[in-house]
């Protein structure tokens, strides 16, 4: 082991943590951290004497860690990370895949479920539609529902039961 190994290991073993939290506060990317702290000990060694003072240490070891911090987010701001969800584009490709396969007949039959739906509930009670309409097309919380109504949660759930017994009966296919 050289002479200058020797003067550096406790350097290095000093201020490893030191540097590593020191890059975190920086914003540093947890994954990147490790990255950052080496090319700072290397900069050390190739450029400082190793015989300085704690205090010279401490700070040229920040101001490199600084700079390399620095040069760490022009680089990202120039290139940024794109994430990859598989999740994401699985369903994408679904929602894509639904609308080029769909053919002329499958479009016209789904309009005319729909329509069907929609005579269906303008034809439901006022009081249930109401209900089902803030509950589930609009995807309210059940007590939000009750308070715009001015009745019980009680009461919209046995109104929301209502409709879509209503709408069972009312779109069974024979």
Request: charged content about 30%; glycine content about 4%.
């Amino acid at each position: 082991m050289k002479s200058s190994d020797l003067l550096f290991r406790p350097i290095y073993e000093h201020y490893l943590p030191i540097l590593k939290q020191r890059a975190r506060h920086y914003g540093v990317a947890v994954d990147d951290v490790d990255d950052i702290v080496q090319e700072t000990f290397l900069a050390y060694y190739k450029h400082y004497p190793l015989d300085w003072k704690d205090h010279q240490v401490r700070g040229a070891l920040c101001k490199i860690l600084k700079n390399l911090s620095i040069d760490y987010y022009r680089k990202k701001s120039k290139h940024p990370t794109v994430l990859y969800d598989p999740q994401k584009v699985d369903e994408n490709a679904a929602i894509l895949d639904q609308l080029i396969c769909h053919d002329s007949l499958q479009t016209l039959l789904e309009y005319e479920e729909y329509r069907e739906v929609w005579e269906a509930l303008k034809g439901m009670r006022k009081d249930w539609a109401q209900v089902f309409f803030l509950y589930i097309i609009q995807d309210r919380p059940m007590e939000e529902v009750s308070h715009l109504l001015g009745t019980t949660g009680a009461a919209c759930r046995t109104r929301l039961s209502r409709g879509r017994k209503y709408l069972k009966e009312k779109l069974k296919k024979d």
